[in-house]
């Protein structure tokens, strides 16, 4: 067995020995000062090579020049200034394998200083931490050295902000402290002590706890942890500003006041061993809490313009209370208008802040209300301003312009000044402030936005204001140009209007339209209109020929770009005269059946009618004409054939014409019949009944006039006008028995029975 072995280590022993070879290091980088270096110093790195080869060195990877030394096997180069890490590496050139050196430059630590201790509670451990001035940039050991009777030593690494600390029990009944400090690094180290302390002023009790608040209108109380201290202090603050804190005695319950409704506070408290000795401990966790609602103290900020559109009407604006001024949520506003005698109440949403009022003179007052009532009614008089004012301004910068106006000589007292101003299209958000004196300076304006506003001075016999019209701190051309449309057109003239511009693309104060005409020679005619109005009537037009049309806007900076074009032709002559034509179409057709509608009256049918028996001629129809006569002849001829009792002679009938009592000629007709008998062999003929049946034709046509009508009948009978029958009217006839002649239809019942 011993044999095997020794057999196998002769195998074996030849492979250990190139692995060893293999296993040495091609070169080996050297400094002449060492790795850590003192900022800003000169040295010499050194490669030396096992083997002879070509020999490379580099710095920060990149390939240097370097000097041969006196040995063959080994390359040097000389470094200066080195202010950063560098790194080193040499290798042969035919082989990859590299060896190197990392030069760290650095510090001597600085003596220590700030040295602050600190024991956790009256039995805890001691943490002292101190600085070492600049930071060293190389690994420094911070050292504490503690003599209790006994000199012990407690060492840490110095953090990478430049901080030592350390951290030692206390043994036995210490009462005073003895440390001294050492900081060392490569390239230096100091020591700085003794330093003593006595260990009841290191003292720092625990962090301390709020465990919950209860709040009223204007105090709070704090529920704390229970600890046995002696001293606590309270700070309470609103959004990060801290309003004030207290000392008082450690107790469960803490109780702040002089606190303001409606508000919340944060809390936070810390607290010490007594106020001679000890340290005070951290501030516990922030702990909020809401105290309770007031009603109101404070008067509303109320002001009103004058409503550019109607005269009698104001706008009232009022701002809205501050967080501490409405202590507690403004639910609502009321707003009270007295006239004379009168007063109307109107109770707004908390969201509002003005209000349109109409009336000539009149007292409004405004209230904020709350949960817990509403605030001292603010009272403003409406009266038409006078306008005795005139207000210079000076633009100061991108966001500020500054007023003045003379002062108003009132005797007895100042005058109080109100300057108010918007920005055009945002009237509802007003901004105004109250001065005492001749000039102010507005802040907080934007660029390119354009401000309307007013001074107004409050005098006992009414208010006197000066108007400022068109204010921008900086502006530039539009950058939009109006879009125009056609309203309406004629032959010789067109209306045009054009939407207004955005005001965030107006970049400023608008001054002016511009209308620019293009006609087919090549011509422009343009015509400027007023910035308050959107359309313009162009006259003078050419009919039946087209134009090109567009507009511009202007501010003080310029002319902006024009809008889109507007192509048009104008209404030739011929469609002129056909809508003329159309139009008194129209207007005879609606005067036909205006006058339809009115001759469906009965009362306009009578007068109508009247008037046309008066234009046509009189015609006396001859009763003997009638078909009803006729037939009656016959009958009768008939009878006395078939009758042998009667005599060869027919009896007559006569109708003649009586004459109307007042004068009146052919409106009745009388009839006569006469009764007779004969014998068989003579005829007798006698009269036994004469019947005169009178027939008034005019009756069936008016059914009975006044006396007023029967005169106007008389007066047109004078002048030998006879009554006529219209047509076109509804029959004037209703019964059944007609006498119908060629002309006309009068009422024959009564003339005879035809049965």
């Given at each position: 067995m011993s044999s095997q072995c020794a057999w196998l280590m002769l195998v074996t022993f030849p492979f250990f020995l190139m692995a060893g070879a293999q296993e040495k290091p091609v070169c080996t980088a050297l400094s002449n000062i060492g790795k850590e270096v003192l900022v800003g110093s000169n040295l010499?790195?050194?490669?030396?090579?096992?083997?002879?080869?070509?020999?490379?060195?580099?710095?920060?990877n990149e390939e240097i020049k370097n000097k041969q030394s006196s040995s063959l096997n080994e390359v040097s180069v000389d470094v200066k200034d080195v202010t950063e890490l560098s790194i080193f590496t040499c290798r042969c050139k035919?082989?990859?394998?590299?060896?190197?050196?990392?030069?760290?430059?650095?510090y001597p630590p600085d003596i220590?200083?700030?040295?602050?201790?600190?024991?956790?509670?009256?039995?805890?451990?001691?943490?002292?931490?101190?600085?070492?001035?600049?930071?060293?940039?190389?690994?420094?050991?911070?050292?504490?050295?503690?003599?209790?009777?006994?000199?012990?030593?407690?060492?840490?690494?110095?953090?990478?902000?430049?901080?030592?600390?350390?951290?030692?029990?206390?043994?036995?009944?210490?009462?005073?402290l003895s440390l001294t400090l050492n900081v060392s690094n490569s390239l230096g180290s100091k020591v700085s002590g003794p330093h003593n302390f006595t260990l009841r002023n290191i003292v720092k009790p625990s962090r301390p706890n709020i465990t919950h608040i209860d709040c009223f209108s204007r105090r709070c109380h704090l529920h704390t942890d229970n600890h046995s201290m002696n001293l606590v202090e309270v700070q309470y603050k609103v959004e990060n500003q801290i309003l004030g804190s207290l000392q008082t005695g450690a107790e469960p319950i803490l109780n702040v006041s002089s606190l303001h409704p409606y508000t919340t506070y944060k809390f936070r408290i810390r607290r010490k061993i007594n106020r001679e000795v000890g340290l005070w401990s951290d501030w516990s966790l922030e702990k909020e809490a809401?105290?309770?609602?007031?009603?109101?103290?404070?008067?509303?900020?109320?002001?009103?313009?004058?409503?550019?559109k109607s005269k009698n009407c104001f706008r009232i604006f009022w701002k809205k209370l501050s967080k501490s001024e409405a202590k507690g949520k403004i639910l609502r506003y009321k707003i009270s208008v007295q006239v004379e005698k009168k007063r109307n109440l109107t109770i707004l949403d908390a969201n509002i802040t003005n209000r349109l009022i109409?009336?000539?003179s009149c007292s409004v007052s405004v209230s904020a209300i709350n949960s817990k009532g509403q605030s001292p009614a603010k009272f403003i008089n409406l009266r038409f301003p006078d306008s005795v004012l005139d207000v210079e301004s000076q633009i100061l910068s991108n966001d500020s312009i500054a007023l003045s106006w003379p002062e108003l000589a009132i005797a007895g007292h100042k005058t109080e000044y109100v300057v108010h101003w918007y920005a055009v299209g945002e009237k509802e958000k007003l901004s105004w402030i109250r001065v005492m004196n001749t000039s102010i300076e507005v802040t907080g304006l934007q660029p390119h936005k354009c401000y309307h506003g007013a001074v107004t001075a409050l005098r006992s016999n009414g208010p006197a204001v000066a108007s400022i019209q068109g204010i921008s701190t900086w502006q530039s051309v539009p950058e939009q140009g109006p879009v125009p449309q056609q309203s309406s057109k004629k032959s010789e003239s067109l209306e045009v209007k054009w939407s207004t511009i955005p005001q965030d693309k107006i970049r400023g104060c608008l001054r002016r339209y511009s209308i620019y005409l293009n006609k087919l020679n090549g011509s422009i005619e343009h015509f400027s209109v007023e910035y308050t109005k959107t359309q313009y009537t162009i006259s003078g037009l050419s009919p039946g020929e087209c134009y090109n049309l567009w507009v511009t806007a202007w501010t003080d900076a310029g002319e902006g770009p024009k809008g889109s074009d507007l192509p048009f032709c104008t209404l030739p002559d011929s469609e002129k005269l056909l809508s003329l034509v159309i139009l008194a179409g129209g207007t005879v057709l609606l005067i036909c059946l205006i006058i339809l509608c009115v001759c469906q009256f009965s009362s306009v049918q009578k007068r109508f009618l009247r008037c046309c028996q008066c234009l046509l001629p009189t015609v006396i129809p001859d009763p003997a004409n009638s078909k009803c006569a006729r037939e009656y002849v016959v009958d009768q001829f008939q009878h006395h054939q078939s009758d042998s009792s009667m005599s060869e002679d027919p009896d007559i009938m006569e109708v003649q014409e009586v004459p109307y009592h007042s004068g009146f000629t052919c409106n009745y007709i009388k009839s006569f019949s006469q009764e007779s008998t004969s014998s068989d062999t003579t005829q007798i003929t006698r009269t036994t009944d004469v019947t005169g049946d009178y027939i008034y034709t005019r009756g069936a046509i008016s059914g009975g006039e006044e006396e007023e009508e029967d005169e106007e009948e008389r007066s047109f009978d004078e002048f030998g006008f006879r009554p006529c029958i219209n047509p076109f009217l509804e029959p004037?006839?209703?019964?059944?028995?007609?006498?119908?002649?060629?002309?006309?239809?009068?009422?024959c019942s009564e003339f005879m029975d035809c049965t």
């Open positions: 010499t790195v050194s490669c030396v090579f096992s083997k002879t080869c070509t020999q490379i060195i580099f710095r920060d035919e082989d990859p394998e590299p060896c190197g050196i990392d030069i760290t430059p650095g220590p200083e700030n040295l602050t201790c600190v024991r956790k509670t009256e039995y805890g451990n001691v943490t002292c931490t101190w600085k070492i001035g600049r930071e060293t940039k190389i690994m420094t050991i911070c050292q504490l050295w503690v003599y209790d009777g006994h000199l012990l030593s407690y060492s840490s690494v110095m953090s990478s902000t430049g901080l030592c600390f350390s951290t030692f029990p206390i043994r036995g009944s210490m009462l005073q809401e105290t309770k609602e007031e009603a109101p103290d404070t008067e509303l900020d109320v002001w009103y313009m004058q409503e550019i109409c009336c000539s004037l006839v209703l019964s059944n028995g007609k006498l119908k002649l060629d002309a006309v239809i009068i009422n």
